[in-house]
Each structure stands twice: as structure tokens, then as C-alpha cells.
């Protein structure tokens, strides 16, 4: 498959779900996962998942403005760098946003994230 189509479907369900079932996003980590999130580092699917849903608002919009993509070593993963901006419920500004997902493919043919690294850009 297309990395550019993949990897523009990949960001439309991963956004989408964060946006309206953020608990559901557990399913594309795994153990070995790691997340940044601002600088802090939180390792495996389920610690992923709780420190997403920690996060101090449970309510937001993500409005993708590029994703980029390249494939990423001999097992068919890809690298995707997202940006754009975030509406929260009752904040009149976006907040500007990037993000990089590194995806590995699993032995059932879908993938998983790998590696996911997020910030807010303020500027």
C-alpha cells in the first residue's frame, strides 16, 4: 500500500479517536511502546494509555494541517510527522501542535506505534 495513503489514514483514525474515545487508542501500543508527551517519557500500551487520559482536558479537537511520511527500515515500517493546531472546549485560540509517530507492522498486517513523540509549539 501507498505510504502517503496509509499514513494520511493512520492520522485520521488516531485523531479521530483521540478526539471521541481516547480510552481506545491502548489498542495501537504495545508493551514496548514509548511516548514523550512535553518531555516526559512513559513507556508501554497501558501507561500510554492512562497518562493520554490524564491529561487535564477530556474534551478536544485536533485540525491536521501536514503529515509527512518515510518509510523506516527493511520491515516495512514508516516515520509520520504531523502538524497543526488543537482547539480545547471554551479556548477562543488554537493551540499549534506537532507530532511524530514511528510505525512498525505487526505479525497480523496492521501497525502499531513504536515510538510517539508530542509537542505543543508556542510561539
Given at each position: 500500500m501507498d505510504?502517503?495513503?496509509?499514513s494520511t489514514a493512520f492520522v485520521e483514525h488516531y485523531y479521530s479517536t483521540f478526539d471521541t474515545n481516547r480510552e481506545a487508542l491502548v489498542g495501537l501500543y504495545e508493551e514496548g511502546s514509548m511516548l514523550t508527551f512535553e518531555g516526559q517519557k512513559v513507556q508501554g500500551g497501558q501507561a500510554i494509555s492512562d497518562k493520554l487520559n490524564?491529561?487535564?482536558?477530556?474534551?478536544c479537537k485536533h485540525i491536521v494541517s501536514t503529515v509527512d511520511c518515510q518509510p523506516s527500515g527493511?520491515?516495512?515500517g514508516m516515520v509520520v510527522f504531523v502538524?497543526?493546531?488543537?482547539?480545547?472546549?471554551?479556548?477562543?485560540?488554537?493551540?499549534?501542535?506537532?507530532?511524530?509517530?514511528h510505525l512498525l507492522p505487526t505479525p497480523q498486517g496492521s501497525l502499531y506505534v513504536l515510538n510517539d513523540i508530542f509537542r505543543l509549539n508556542y510561539g
Open positions: 505510504p502517503d495513503v496509509l490524564s491529561l487535564c482536558f477530556q474534551q527493511p520491515a516495512g502538524s497543526g493546531t488543537l482547539q480545547l472546549p471554551d479556548e477562543e485560540h488554537l493551540l499549534q501542535f506537532a507530532q511524530m509517530f
